[in-house]
């Protein structure tokens, strides 16, 4: 057990709808960052929270959201569901902001029917 | 910007060879590399990282790297490898933005 908590781990639903991905950090960690990887385009970044502040965006698609909370919990909104947004989604949490090192969640798999 | 290259989709070797996974980087100023191992249906592990210091980095399961700055080149390495090691195994540099970007991956595939 890695300390950082993804929940659910499996997801299936149908395109159009909306799911909501939860991801809980390592205790003590205040950075969180959500990543997708899909078997064509490998490990990409999505986003960062620190502290309950959004620090950095990535390839993130305007259909997606986020937010940290002020326990640190975070979650990924993912709306209007399309095939290709099939993937695992990982959370990962860190100490600082630094990027010095990364835990990672065992992730969510997404399957959009 | 900043990037990684992992040149290998699959790496090949028999259980007690030596094993060598390949990363190139690109990055302006200092970079901080690491690898991660990812097993089925399971999250990314971290490996090693490399900061500053000696240029080979020692990491968890018997994993080395060797920081080539002339070569811009962050090898993952192991003197005999296990079929255990059998994994996808990913590159990674921290950004500017100090955020890490990862490479595509690598399969290693260790044959008894």
Do not use: M
Not at chain 2, 66 to 91: G, I, M, R
């Amino acid at each position: 057990d890695s300390g950082v908590t993804q929940t659910p781990k499996h997801l299936i639903t149908a395109t159009g709808q909306r799911v909501t991905l939860r991801c809980s950090p390592r205790s003590g960690d205040l950075s969180v960052y959500w990543y997708q990887q899909s078997l064509d385009q490998g490990l990409q970044f999505l986003i960062q929270y620190y502290n309950g502040e959004e620090r950095a965006k990535g390839n993130i698609l305007e259909r997606f959201s986020a937010q940290q909370f002020p326990d640190l919990h975070s979650e990924l909104n993912l709306s209007s569901l399309e095939l290709g947004d099939s993937a695992l989604y990982f959370c990962a949490s860190s100490v600082d902001a630094g990027g010095y090192g990364y835990t990672f969640g065992s992730g969510t798999r997404l399957t959009v029917v | 910007a900043q990037s990684v290259a992992q040149p290998e989709d699959q790496v090949n070797v028999a259980e007690g060879n030596p094993l060598t996974v390949k990363c190139t980087y690109s990055v302006s100023g200092n970079p901080y590399l690491f690898w991660y191992v990812q097993y089925p249906n399971r999250g990314l592990q971290f490996l090693l990282k490399y900061i500053t210091g000696d240029n080979l980095v020692k990491g968890s399961y018997g994993f080395e790297a060797e920081f080539n700055k002339s070569q811009t080149s962050f090898h993952l390495k192991k003197p005999s490898a296990l079929v255990s090691d059998s994994a996808l195994y990913f590159c990674a540099v921290r950004d500017n933005t100090d955020k890490l970007i990862f490479g595509t991956g690598t399969r290693l595939q260790v044959f008894p």
